[in-house]
């Protein structure tokens, strides 16, 4: 098929009709674009839960506020407020006529078995359905085939399948919350026997959809990253040779191949887990000859290459970032590439440090200890090349470039506390802390968040042809900067003082009780930082109608997104551009401009354009 | 903030220190990275701020020698770390020989502790100071974690195995006890104390209980309860192995494998008698499962190593 063939039938598929072209859209930007509103209606639920487990960490057992009964009401019992009417009428039912609100929070106070169903879902909500959804999803759709250069993913059809079977995933997960017995309590990670036995939980169907939705949402994301990796080998543009891809291309390459060979192992632990309770195996049953540690082994064998799918797609994304806004070229791209690769590989074989204190002989701790101690050397290159790349730039401190910088920062800092657990003697002392929570959050939120803002007021422009309010985005961006680590790095504190992560109430423990004040700063401040993020929900939905019309380039960027016209139509590029660059020619000798775009045929004095 | 606010629990046992002195460490080393990178960023931001529309800069790409400086200087900071760490791991991971043994079972939502001089405890914990104590630990039905934070160690409790921990108290006093690792509802209420006494504290503590037996006389009666003694006659035609001496020996198992009797092997040989056949033997034995607690699984391998004892003298 000649290429003006292809093109003319590809763009022949873009028939007309409301369906087609927003609901079962083929087009990889459409599905883009609905994984990004996907995950951001996530974000909203699994904040919110965040939120409530934060109001029951700093008000143990105190009604929720608006919706909770007044104090009044508690010591007489008389209706004051519009609330109290309805606590007391529902408590007046019998328990099967009660609605679902009275059952999780009779009177606005969480009930510990609810409690443990919102830490667990909300782990499992912005891991599955937040994260994932946007850094791969959305920016993986969206970006690969507009960067390097073709008209769509290799299989568009699958594409579509891939975010409606996401669709259904997250369906099945939100039904958890309305079945007998309330969601999955068994925290993310879902350890055996607590899991497999509803006895211990008193949870059974939530339990049962939890891995029947994660299991559905795994053949997503398998379909996702079978599409990315042969799109990114099989339909580069004439030029394009790896080593011109764009750091985000290669980050969710990388990304890509570490799903696809790490989620068929959650799946089949998974499915085992299913099949112990509804089928009476017992491969996590010790009664039965099986084993607990064995959910351990393959959850994290799978969990620790997940923290990297989670990481990598944001470092992508501040490599692209910096390079624009510092007028520079990336310090050390091949460095930066092949430390993205050796996370990946470093990835595989350092599971066992989430389990030093499950009992494993310390021959094999100390083999997962150095693995995971080598991480430091990768992570410490893309530091210090992100710094390179600042060094005697000419930077420009836009919302993407303050969002990126806020990436280099929250990492170094959740890098480096990474380190204390990586030493077993500490991570021994510290395992199962607020530590772990502060370490994880400055990863996933202060890393993978902040390139979410990054990448998203960074592309707006291309996604939807107009320019984001950028005096809002900035009040955005510090507010949040600010509420995210006076919520998260007393966190850090708390862990080292004892207090342990996945607990009720921690005033019932004594030396616990001297952390109440810290406790109740953090819950302001991620009520803060919850609030905050309605701006960057009403920036988004304003500039898509409302928002200054954008150029085709209005960063002077140099990678191929920026030559298609904005919005990109159907099939992107008018002819499939030629490649003549690496991907950051910025403030090359003998050219008029601060930018070289990949696709400009002039070459820079000094030879350099490769 | 309050008064006697402490940032983090007092050092009530020999690792304490350690654990705390490289923990201190690699707070120096992270605050001095942070610092460091947080003030280039500063630096770079003022510095290097775009000045004018035409403002061009000079296009550095890399510089090899830079990119190996900051490669190998992590490294070698981590495998500093690394084997001051592992030094730490290994020490508190090896009980000493002349450690006393206690016996912990946990369950939602408490901890059933049980000394070998048959007093048994429900959240609490007594021990002597200076002397090294090593529990062994499982768990009637899901994973606990047995955390003491003022000693700075954890070990998570498994159902059907045994994990030890071991410590050495060195300062009288109570200290929290919790379980770590989340075990579903109530988890936030399994909440104890170890009280650490001074050794004659101890030994009045002792004496001051309830008359009570030692473990391995428990044990013997379930072994005669049982019926084990029937086929476990010592005999040399009998149905079952002689168990005197067997208890930290190496058994020949049917098949040519050998293993070492410890705590698992004996709980397995009593729940899952098929699992592994000494050489010699018949695989006849009936299993015990259902008809015995965790804590009676104890009492009998308390028996054994008291056999064990008598075997070797």
């Given at each position: ?424 003697a500490?991570?021994i002392f ?67 003082g004892g207090?342990m ?8 423990y004594e030396f616990l009780?001297q ?96 | 903030?309050?008064?006697d606010?402490v940032l983090w629990p007092e050092q009530a046992s020999t690792l304490a220190s350690r654990v705390d ?67 730490i791991?290994?020490d508190s991971y090896t009980p000493p020989a002349d450690a006393m043994e206690i016996y912990v079972v946990g369950?939602?939502?408490m901890w059933h502790i049980q000394h070998p001089t048959g007093e048994r405890e429900i959240n609490e914990l007594h021990v002597p100071t200076g002397q090294a104590v090593k529990l062994t630990m ?6 606990h974690s047995f955390y003491v934070p003022a000693f700075r160690t954890k070990k998570?409790v ?6 030890t921990m071991w410590f050495k108290a060195i300062k009288p006093g109570e200290y929290h006890l919790f379980c770590a ?9 399994m909440i104890g104390k170890v009280v650490v006494m001074t050794p004659a504290d101890y030994q009045n503590w002792l004496a001051g209980g309830?008359?009570s ?101």
């Open positions: 098929m000649s290429e003006a063939t292809a093109v003319k039938e590809h763009i022949s598929h873009e028939h007309h009709g409301f369906m087609n072209t927003y609901i079962f859209s083929l087009d990889h930007k459409m599905i883009g674009k609905q994984f990004l509103l996907l995950g951001l209606i996530m974000l909203l639920l699994g904040g919110g839960l965040a939120l409530l487990v934060r109001w029951q960490l700093a008000y143990p057992e105190q009604p929720l506020p608006l919706i909770g009964a007044s104090q009044h009401y508690l010591e007489t019992g008389e209706a004051e407020t519009a609330m109290d009417s309805y606590w007391d009428s529902e408590l007046s039912k019998t328990e099967d006529e009660q609605g679902w609100l009275v059952q999780k929070m009779p009177v606005g106070i969480i009930t510990p078995a609810f409690y443990n169903a919102l830490f667990t879902m909300h782990a499992t909500i912005m891991v599955f359905f937040v994260v994932m959804p946007i850094l791969v999803g959305a920016f993986g759709n969206y970006l690969i085939p507009l960067m390097i250069g073709t008209r769509d993913m290799a299989f568009p059809l699958l594409n579509m399948l891939s975010f409606w079977i996401a669709v259904v995933s997250g369906a099945i997960m939100l039904a958890g919350f309305f079945v007998p017995g309330g969601h999955a309590a068994t925290g993310w990670t879902g350890y055996p026997p607590l899991s497999t036995d509803p006895a211990w939980t008193g949870v059974d169907w939530g339990q049962n959809l939890w891995c029947i939705s994660l299991i559905v949402l795994g053949i997503s994301s398998l379909m996702g990253s079978i599409n990315y990796i042969t799109t990114i080998i099989n339909m580069r543009a004439p030029g394009m040779t790896y080593m011109r891809m764009p750091m985000v291309i290669w980050a969710l390459f990388i990304v890509a191949i570490l799903l696809l060979l790490a989620l068929p192992v959650l799946t089949a632990a998974l499915a085992m887990l299913v099949f112990d309770r509804l089928a009476g195996t017992t491969f996590f049953n010790p009664a039965g000859g099986g084993d607990p540690l064995l959910w351990q082994h393959l959850f994290w064998f799978f969990g620790h290459p997940e923290v990297y799918i989670l990481i990598l797609p944001g470092m992508g994304i501040t490599s692209e970032i910096l390079p624009v806004f510092s007028r520079k070229p990336i310090f050390g791209y091949k460095a930066m590439v092949l430390a993205m690769a050796s996370l990946a590989f470093l990835s595989w074989i350092v599971w066992g440090h989430h389990m030093f204190q499950s009992g494993m002989n310390p021959s094999m701790g100390m083999t997962f200890m150095i693995t995971t101690m080598v991480i430091a050397v990768p992570s410490a290159i893309k530091t210090f090349n992100w710094l390179g790349t600042l060094w005697g730039g000419s930077i420009r401190f836009t919302v993407p470039m303050l969002n990126s910088l806020a990436f280099v920062s929250m990492f170094v800092i959740g890098g480096l506390s990474g380190i204390f657990m990586a030493s077993s500490v991570d510290i395992h199962d802390t607020y530590y772990i929570v502060a370490h994880i959050h400055y990863v996933v939120f202060g890393g993978s968040i902040f390139a979410i803002f990054a990448g998203v007021y960074y592309w707006f422009p291309k996604m939807f042809g107009r320019m984001m309010n950028e005096p809002l985005a900035k009040v955005h961006f510090w507010l949040s900067f600010i509420a995210f680590n006076c919520t998260f790095f007393p966190m850090h504190i708390l862990g080292v207090h992560r996945r607990i009720y109430n921690p005033m019932q009780q952390f109440e004040h810290m406790n109740i700063f953090i819950t302001m401040s991620a009520f803060a930082l919850g609030l905050t993020q309605l701006i960057l929900l009403f920036n988004v939905f304003h500039s898509m109608f409302r928002g200054k019309k954008a150029g085709d380039n209005p960063w002077n960027a140099n990678t191929l997104e920026w030559t298609a016209a904005t919005p990109p139509p159907h099939g992107n590029f008018d002819a499939i551009p030629t490649v003549h660059h690496a991907p950051y020619e910025y403030s090359a000798p003998g050219i008029s401009e601060d930018w070289l775009s990949q696709t400009n045929e002039l070459q820079p004095t000094n030879g350099n354009g490769h | 903030m309050d008064k606010f002195n490289i923990y201190l460490f690699l707070v120096a080393v992270s605050v001095f990275f942070t610092a460091l990178i947080f003030f280039l960023i500063y630096l770079f931001a003022v510095k290097y701020r775009r000045k004018s529309e035409d403002d061009v800069p000079k296009e550095i790409s890399g510089l090899l020698q830079l990119e190996l400086v900051w490669s190998i200087i992590p490294l070698i900071l981590v495998l500093i770390v690394f084997v001051w760490g592992a030094t791991y290994f369950k939602q939502w499982t768990s009637e039905d899901v994973i998570d498994v159902p059907g195995r045994y994990s690792e989340y075990c579903g509802t109530k988890h936030s209420e309830p008359a037996e030692p473990m391995e006389v428990t044990g013997e009666k379930k072994f005669q309860q049982l019926a084990c003694h029937t086929c476990h006659t010592d005999k040399p035609n009998a149905r079952g192995p002689s168990l005197v001496g067997v208890f930290g020996e190496s058994v020949l198992l049917k098949g040519g494998r050998s293993v070492i009797a410890d705590e698992d092997y004996i709980r397995e040989s009593i729940l899952n008698p098929k699992a592994k056949i000494t050489a010699g033997y018949q695989p006849v034995m009936p299993t015990f499962k259902g008809q015995i607690s965790e804590v009676g699984l104890l009492q009998i391998t308390a028996y054994l190593k008291s056999l064990a004892k008598e075997g070797n003298q």
